[in-house]
């Protein structure tokens, strides 16, 4: 059953806490991406690895840190240096110029 | 600094009517144009793409360009409750893949 997913679905943090979510993928997509959402908000790019071992930053990328050791797999981790991380992340990944979202982890900040 | 502009809405059309949404972007050199969907508390799921100036149609929905005037829409027939979500335009100029979203309309259709 292919598809990209995402773990975990809600993620609770206090303030001070480094968290890391999880994006998997079976897809066999060379290029992967991390976006976040806020209330009312577009999507709006964290990072992007067109392919293993190489990411780039997107428009939002302080506080976060991404590593892409498999081609499978582009975990994204929320550092105490984001100010306001409590938003909907989503993780795609793309075949050529066309786009597929994993279903989101929720994350608050309590 | 590429922007992409949705009315936000809500737009409320009744069932069996026309919905028609509406996306303007400000870079000339934009190539990819999509349409997602995404139902309240979820994620986004592709419903078209389109690359050339005109029509493409898929079932009940059809996308319409016109690069000359950076116009992308969304055209929904015979709409139903169950199309209810708000619709994302997403573009890609260049070849870095990188999508820009707006920030989305909100679409009700009500019974």
């Known amino acids: 059953d292919g598809g990209i997913t995402q773990s975990p679905k809600y993620l609770f943090r206090k303030e001070g806490q480094n968290v890391t979510l999880s994006c998997e993928q079976n897809?066999?997509?060379?290029?992967m991406y991390w976006y976040r959402q806020d209330p009312g908000q577009g999507l709006r790019l964290i990072y992007y690895?067109?392919?293993?071992?190489?990411?780039q930053k997107g428009d939002i990328a302080e506080g976060y840190s991404v590593s892409r050791e498999k081609k499978e797999s582009f975990p994204l981790t929320v550092t105490s240096a984001q100010k306001n991380p409590t938003a909907f992340y989503l993780c795609?990944?793309?075949?050529?110029?066309?786009?597929?979202f994993g279903p989101g982890t929720r994350l608050t900040v309590l | 600094q590429k922007e992409v502009e949705q009315n936000s809405g809500p737009l409320s059309v009744p069932e069996g009517a026309i919905a028609s949404l509406n996306c303007t972007y400000s870079?000339?050199?934009?190539?990819?144009f999509f349409w997602y969907r995404q139902y309240s508390g979820k994620s986004p799921e592709l419903i078209m793409s389109i690359y050339s100036n005109g029509d493409k149609e898929d079932g009940r929905f059809t996308a319409q360009l016109n690069k000359a005037s950076q116009y992308v829409s969304l055209l929904i027939r015979d709409s139903q409750p169950s199309d209810s979500a708000t619709y994302l335009c997403?573009?890609?100029?260049?070849?870095?893949?990188?999508?820009?979203f707006g920030k989305g309309t909100l679409l009700t259709v009500n019974p």
């Open positions: 690895s067109q392919i293993v071992n190489d990411f």
């Open positions: 870079d000339r050199g934009s190539q990819s």
């Open positions: 997403a573009v890609i100029e260049g070849s870095n893949y990188k999508l820009t």
């Open positions: 897809l066999n997509h060379d290029a």
């Open positions: 795609a990944s793309s075949v050529r110029d066309t786009q597929y």
